[in-house]
C-alpha cells in the first residue's frame, strides 16, 4: 500500500463517513464540517489513560474558550468502535461539548495520513494524537505528537494559540 503523506494546512478533509454512538448512525465527516469551524482531535483509543486523564478533559474544559474564538464544533474521533464512544462520552462527561465519532475501520486517520499500527499495544491500527483546525472543510493547522503517548503539541491549550 502507498503510504499516505499526512495532512497539511490546505489540505481538504476527507470524505469518510464516521459513526456517533451506533452502527446505523453513519456521519459524512466533510458535510458535518462544511461551512464551520471545527476543532478535530483524535486519539489512539477511547479509555486509554492519556486520552481519559488529560488530552480530552483539556477540550471539555476549554470549550467555552474555542466557542469564543469561533468554534462552531469540536469533535473526537478514535478507532474504536461507536458503542465504546458513546460509552466513554457518558464516562467523560463530554455531553454537548465535544461530538465522539468512531472511525471503526480507521478510514478516516488512513485517509489523514495519522493512522499508526499499535497492533503490540491496542490490538489494531489506530489514530496518532493530533488536534487539528478546519474551516469548511480547509485544514488550517495540524498538531500532530511525535509520541502519541504524549500531550504536547495537540493540547487544547496549544490549539488555541493557533485559532
Given at each position: 500500500?502507498?503510504?499516505?503523506?499526512?495532512?497539511?494546512?490546505?489540505?481538504?478533509?476527507?470524505?469518510?463517513?464516521?459513526?456517533?454512538?451506533?452502527?446505523?448512525?453513519?456521519?459524512r465527516i466533510d458535510e458535518l464540517c462544511a461551512?464551520?469551524?471545527?476543532?478535530?482531535?483524535?486519539?489512539?483509543g477511547a479509555f486509554t489513560p492519556t486520552c481519559?486523564?488529560?488530552?480530552?478533559?483539556?477540550?471539555?474544559?476549554?470549550?467555552?474558550?474555542?466557542?469564543?474564538?469561533?468554534?462552531?464544533?469540536?469533535?473526537?474521533?478514535?478507532?474504536?468502535?461507536?458503542?465504546?464512544?458513546?460509552?466513554?462520552?457518558?464516562?467523560?462527561?463530554?455531553?454537548?461539548?465535544?461530538?465522539?465519532?468512531?472511525?471503526?475501520?480507521?478510514?478516516?486517520?488512513?485517509?489523514?495520513?495519522?493512522?499508526?499500527?499499535?497492533?503490540?499495544?491496542?490490538?489494531?491500527?489506530?489514530?496518532?494524537?493530533?488536534?487539528?483546525?478546519?474551516?469548511?472543510?480547509?485544514?488550517?493547522?495540524?498538531?500532530?505528537?511525535?509520541?502519541?503517548?504524549?500531550?504536547?503539541?495537540?493540547s487544547s491549550c496549544r490549539l488555541l494559540t493557533?485559532?
Amino acid at each position: 500500500t502507498a503510504m499516505t503523506s499526512q495532512v497539511k494546512p490546505g489540505d481538504r478533509l476527507p470524505q469518510v463517513t464516521l459513526f456517533d454512538g451506533a452502527p446505523n448512525k453513519p456521519v459524512r465527516i466533510d458535510e458535518l464540517c462544511a461551512g464551520k469551524s471545527v476543532v478535530i482531535v483524535g486519539v489512539p483509543g477511547a479509555f486509554t489513560p492519556t486520552c481519559h486523564s488529560s488530552h480530552l478533559p483539556g477540550f471539555v474544559a476549554d470549550f467555552d474558550k474555542l466557542k469564543a474564538k469561533g468554534v462552531d464544533l469540536v469533535i473526537c474521533v478514535a478507532v474504536n468502535d461507536p458503542f465504546v464512544m458513546a460509552a466513554w462520552a457518558g464516562a467523560l462527561g463530554s455531553g454537548d461539548k465535544v461530538l465522539m465519532l468512531a472511525d471503526s475501520r480507521a478510514e478516516f486517520a488512513k485517509a489523514l495520513g495519522m493512522d499508526i499500527d499499535l497492533t503490540a499495544v491496542l490490538g489494531s491500527v489506530r489514530c496518532r494524537r493530533f488536534s487539528m483546525h478546519v474551516v469548511d472543510n480547509v485544514v488550517k493547522s495540524v498538531n500532530a505528537e511525535e509520541d502519541s503517548s504524549k500531550v504536547d503539541a495537540s493540547s487544547s491549550c496549544r490549539l488555541l494559540t493557533k485559532i
